[in-house]
């Protein structure tokens, strides 16, 4: 059934089922209690093939409403409003027939459209529903992130910022960064940007048989482990600070005994994992200025930098004599941020190498299979690969990904890391590991397992 009939069936149901009230109920109550169409027929005074016409596409409305959920969506441990559970069963069937049409989706045109589908929903409440009423509903950048791990949707291709981005506004801001550095005699080594960004740390392709068992066993579902790191680095490629890793429990089991002090990371958490305000003013004052400080004395400059960062909700505007913070104007990131031009795609390419490799020792010892391998890959390991894939960043490749924001700084616009070299890496790692879906590895999977973990990072646009 199409959403553009869908919907207007659940509103022409629902005035039916609500607009008739007795001491006995509601007719949507008599139906649901079992009455016979003749029963309630007599109560409203209506025709009897009218009660059955109204009660037969109730059942066909609600099971297709019922069948466009899964059993993500069922999971919810905890009381939903009951229009907002509506209006998420209406648009997932909008979203995937857009799909199927590969007609574009994204971020706010699901949100503008959730807003309207609430909005029509809400008004056909019982008037008695006052509490219901009364809620307001704003599809928020964490109920979209919400939204798409509910129903699974991580199929569904929906473009990032870089499909509504402002080429205009990245331009002129570019005229007005130039003037900032200029403004403040900064150099190269003093211009830093820090963004976040989503790692599913035990992702693997999704055509082999770890990612495909993982949807039917349970207790294992080890590609939603999700963590958040924190990045920065500066525009001579010079320096990337240490980063810090968010979690959902600071004290997971696997870091037992663990001192993480001693590891070149940061380690915070909180329940969803999210760069929240508190958390990034916490890594300005405790982690980014001590660093920062340190780094400038070594080089033996001025303790005075730019710090440079896009108007994500996480970011709050904190003060420091020493540091200038600049925001980029919306909807302009995914053009000119140093980070999303290939810094993290990077470092996530080195992170899937490390990880393929650290399966295939694994394997070569063999006392594990390729299943058992993997539920014994911890987040401390997670941890020393991030480490090792960060040292592994080229610094020609910190730098060139300024030259959409800053291209006096960038000393060769014409050097980059081959990328077809560590894609090439990567494959022999998984033609080695073996097994469906690694056999067949290229370019497409590795595009696939880097994209999937994009959609959290929407999060934070």
């Not at 209406?90 to 989706?105: E, F, G, N, Q, T």
């Not at 900064?186 to 992702?203: H, M, S």
């Not at 037992?256 to 300005?284: C, D, Q, R």
Request: hydrophobic share 40%.
């Amino acid at each position: 059934m199409f959403y553009g009939i869908l919907l207007p069936s659940i509103i022409t149901l629902e005035k039916n089922c609500t607009s008739y009230q007795t001491e006995n109920g509601s007719f949507a109550n008599l139906l649901a209690d079992g009455e016979g169409s003749t029963a309630v027929a007599n109560e409203f005074k209506l025709g009897e093939s009218t009660i059955r016409a109204i009660h037969k596409r109730a059942s066909k409305i609600y099971e297709s409403l019922d069948s466009a959920t899964n059993d993500s969506s069922k999971r919810t441990s905890y009381s939903r409003n009951v229009v907002i559970e509506k209006t998420e069963k209406a648009l997932v069937l909008w979203v995937k027939d857009l799909s199927k049409k590969r007609i574009p989706i994204h971020k706010e045109l699901i949100q503008e459209k959730a807003r309207q589908y609430f909005n029509q929903l809400k008004d056909l409440e019982p008037s008695s529903s006052s509490c219901l009423r009364n809620v307001k509903f704003s599809a928020s950048n964490g109920w979209f992130v919400g939204f798409l791990q509910r129903y699974a949707l991580h199929n569904v291709k929906i473009q990032g910022e870089a499909a509504s981005a402002d080429e205009t506004a990245a331009m002129n801001y570019r005229k007005v960064l130039a003037e900032i550095i200029d403004d403040g005699g900064y150099c190269p080594d003093q211009v830093f940007n820090a963004d976040e960004t989503g790692l599913f740390w035990k992702k693997m392709p999704n055509r082999t048989f770890i990612a495909k068992s993982e949807k039917t066993a349970s207790g294992f579902k080890a590609a939603k482990d999700r963590i958040t790191l924190l990045l920065c680095s500066n525009a001579s490629g010079a320096k990337m600070l240490t980063p810090l890793i968010i979690n959902k429990a600071l004290h997971p089991r696997a870091l037992k005994g663990v001192n993480l002090s001693e590891y070149p990371v940061h380690f915070m958490a909180n329940k969803k994992a999210w760069v929240t305000s508190a958390i990034f003013e916490t890594w300005f004052n405790d982690s980014f200025v001590p660093e920062v400080e340190k780094y400038m004395e070594e080089m033996g400059l001025p303790f005075k930098v730019l710090l440079i960062v896009d108007s994500a909700p996480g970011h709050p505007c904190v003060e420091h004599p020493n540091v200038q913070i600049v925001f980029l104007p919306p909807n302009t990131t995914s053009l000119m941020q140093p980070l999303d031009q290939g810094i993290i795609a990077n470092f996530k390419k080195h992170y899937i190498k490390l990880t393929f490799s650290y399966i295939l020792k694994k394997l070569e010892n063999g006392k594990l299979s390729l299943t058992e391998v993997w539920k014994k890959f911890s987040i401390l390991d997670c941890i020393n690969h991030i480490i090792a894939a960060i040292g592994q960043i080229k610094q020609h490749t910190l730098n060139s990904c300024w030259k959409a924001i800053w291209p006096a700084c960038v000393i060769n616009r014409n050097v980059t890391e081959n990328a077809s070299t560590l894609l090439y890496e990567i494959s022999a790692l998984a033609h080695n590991i073996g097994g469906e879906g690694f056999d067949s590895f290229g370019d497409n999977d590795l595009d696939e397992m880097i994209e999937d973990q994009t959609v959290d990072d929407r999060h934070y646009q």
